[in-house]
């Protein structure tokens, strides 16, 4: 069974940072493409960022393009998401997602491609 426990949220003022964790358990992690998304109070979950298997190519939404950045690390079962210049609008719950196909690369930036969601972990910006 595939687990994804998310860390690392908290409160931060608008300039600062926070590095989120996911923890990925239950299958071998390197074959998997990872995702991340945030959902603020009254909005749609949205897209964030993702990465595939190996770690060799990474997508993000144009909100975060510059001041985010996704790694995974395959030994450690783990993909972060490192935020920079933090913003007030970047408050909402962070969830990590994982596709159910290995080596999945279509459609990465959509909810669809995922299948397994982990709690999330709330981020606060204070302005």
């Known amino acids: 069974q595939v687990q994804l426990v998310e860390s690392g949220g908290g409160l931060v003022q608008a300039g600062g940072s926070l590095r989120l964790s996911c923890a990925a358990s239950?299958?071998?992690?390197?074959?998997?493409?990872m995702g991340w998304f945030r959902q603020a109070p009254g909005k749609e979950r949205e897209f964030v960022a993702a990465?595939?298997?190996?770690?060799?190519?990474?997508y993000y939404d144009d909100s975060v393009k510059g001041r985010f950045t996704i790694s995974r690390d395959n030994a450690k079962n783990t993909v972060y998401l490192q935020m920079n210049s933090l913003k007030p609008e970047d408050t909402a719950v962070y969830y990590c997602?994982?596709?159910?196909?290995?080596?999945?690369?279509?459609?990465?930036?959509?909810?669809?491609?995922?299948?397994?969601w982990g709690q999330g972990t709330q981020v606060t910006v204070s302005s």
């Open positions: 997602a994982a596709p159910q196909k290995p080596f999945t690369i279509v459609a990465l930036t959509t909810r669809e491609a995922y299948d397994y």
């Open positions: 239950g299958r071998t992690f390197s074959r998997y493409s």
């Open positions: 990465i595939n298997w190996s770690g060799t190519s990474t």
